[in-house]
């Protein structure tokens, strides 16, 4: 079988930048459980906003977070409710996370009677900053079309006709230099599970400067789940360029 590695991950350094951004030794694994679920829960919660990417910023006593979504509307709501309340309840399933000892080192140094009363101990967090920036050109990222083929696979949509129209109408765009789109599972309500894709323009998935957007996404129908995957070239990104936001 062929090995293959993620778009993002591969170019990542040289053409993408990091979706969080922060280092901190002591508190790593504290700050990764955070993040994931950060990002669990919000995509979650904004399925339905055309949601691209979320990026997490850290400082001292600030958590900022990023939400890049096709339709900001949903989500900061009326005056800015629904922005304040889907902060707190961020805020509020971050409290969720049970606390633990940092290192082992200082789990060991603890007396039991002290490590019983850290773990009772209420974690205090850091202030939590929502910002929501808005996608001029949806089409243009590949996890807005993934979940938009994913919804039309569940209202029944023949797979085909999904996947030519959302092809011409990605490639309308001139900043797009190919695309490529491939499903799996019982497309139609097929007996048995298969493999399709279809494909328009140039993907070189070899070359380090191509900036390539690529997303997955699940679509959930009565016969069962199929898996998308979409592929988005966008052009070369050569040295001294700006990187490109994915």
Avoid: C
Wanted: proline letters at 4%.
């Amino acid at each position: 079988m062929g090995q293959k590695v993620h778009p993002f991950a591969f170019r990542l350094g040289p053409l993408f930048d990091w979706k969080s951004r922060w280092f901190n030794k002591r508190k790593y694994t504290e700050y990764l459980e955070e993040d994931t679920t950060i990002r669990a829960f919000l995509a979650k919660k904004l399925k339905n906003t055309g949601l691209q990417g979320i990026e997490i910023e850290r400082s001292a006593n600030l958590v900022k977070i990023t939400i890049r979504a096709a339709r900001p509307g949903l989500i900061i709501g009326r005056a800015g409710t629904g922005i304040e309340e889907l902060r707190k309840s961020v805020a509020k399933t971050l409290n969720k996370i049970p606390r633990r000892p940092w290192s082992r080192e200082a789990a060991i140094a603890k007396t039991a009677k002290a490590a019983l009363g850290a773990a009772k101990e209420k974690r205090v967090r850091p202030e939590i900053k929502l910002t929501v920036e808005e996608l001029k050109k949806p089409e243009l990222y590949a996890a807005v079309v993934a979940q938009d083929i994913a919804d039309q696979f569940e209202k029944r949509i023949p797979f085909r006709r999904v996947l030519k129209q959302t092809i011409e109408r990605v490639m309308y765009n001139k900043e797009v230099e190919g695309i490529k789109i491939s499903v799996a599972g019982r497309l139609d309500g097929s007996e048995m599970a298969r493999f399709e894709w279809m494909a328009k323009g140039k993907i070189p998935l070899q070359n380090l400067r191509a900036n390539i957007d690529f997303a997955e996404a699940t679509a959930f129908t009565v016969y069962g789940t199929s898996g998308i995957k979409v592929w988005i070239y966008k052009g070369e990104v050569f040295k001294g360029a700006e990187n490109p936001k994915i």
